[in-house]
């Protein structure tokens, strides 16, 4: 079975901080990939940045990063320099990649609120 | 932006009676995915298809049944519209590997 966890409801941050979004996640599929997702109070899904479970590299993506411990099972979404149009809802989520028996399922955390102030 | 549209947009329906929300996409993915949101609870699968004729439930399957008979398209259907069944759905589609999944726009749904 799947899990995602996002213990962080709410964080706040200052402009051109960076912040870092929690993400845990518990699997019995040997390859899976990771992903991030930013949904403004417009509701449109963004897709931030994908990291796979045997990528040796933490990946990034602008000021976007992904701080992948796979021992520990975290996944966490580093921001760099806060902007004020990062404010929004952030999703973690969890795909069973080819070859595992969840056929591609891919599950969503309960999400993070990040505010940033001026 | 990735070829994925949801119809439609916005729906107002009454209760007990059936509805079918459609996933079009021209990005011939594999994976095809129905969620729903409701505050306080984030995103739920409902149910999802790994192929043409292949689909599987997610977590809140009740209620709800799903077709794919085409790589493009993946209906969701109410079968008899319930108040509870009030939420924003969206559609999501994904390869099997890589960092290709992407989202609709959502459909609100209001059942009364």
């Known amino acids: 079975a799947q899990k995602i966890t996002q213990t962080q409801p709410g964080m706040f941050v200052q402009e051109k901080e960076a912040v870092t979004l929690d993400c845990t996640y518990d699997?019995?599929?040997?390859?899976?990939?990771l992903f991030w997702y930013k949904q403004p109070s417009s509701g449109e899904m963004i897709f931030l940045i994908y990291?796979?479970?045997?990528?040796?590299q933490n990946a990034t993506e602008g000021r976007y990063s992904l701080n992948f411990q796979k021992a520990r099972k975290s996944a966490n979404l580093v921001i760099s320099a806060s902007q004020l149009g990062d404010s929004a809802m952030y999703f973690c989520?969890?795909?069973?990649?080819?070859?595992?028996?969840?056929?591609?399922?891919?599950?969503f955390g309960q999400g993070t609120i990040l505010t940033v102030h001026p | 932006d990735a070829g994925i549209t949801q119809s439609p947009r916005h729906k107002v329906t009454e209760t007990g009676t059936p509805v079918t929300l459609r996933c079009h996409q021209t990005?011939?993915?594999?994976?095809m995915y129905w969620y729903r949101q409701d505050p306080g609870h984030g995103l739920r699968l409902i149910h999802y298809?790994?192929?043409?004729?292949?689909?599987d439930k997610g977590e809140v399957s009740d209620g709800y049944s799903v077709s794919r008979s085409k790589t493009e398209d993946f209906l969701l259907t109410l079968e008899s519209a319930t108040s509870s069944q009030t939420s924003v759905y969206f559609c999501?589609?994904?390869?099997?590997?890589?960092?290709?999944?992407?989202f609709g726009q959502g459909t609100r749904l209001t059942v009364v």
């Open positions: 990005e011939n993915h594999r994976y």
């Open positions: 989520a969890m795909r069973a990649n080819a070859g595992g028996t969840s056929y591609g399922k891919l599950t």
């Open positions: 990291q796979g479970s045997y990528d040796q």
């Open positions: 699997t019995s599929d040997p390859s899976y990939g």
């Open positions: 999501a589609i994904s390869a099997p590997t890589g960092g290709l999944a992407f």
């Open positions: 298809s790994y192929g043409v004729k292949d689909t």
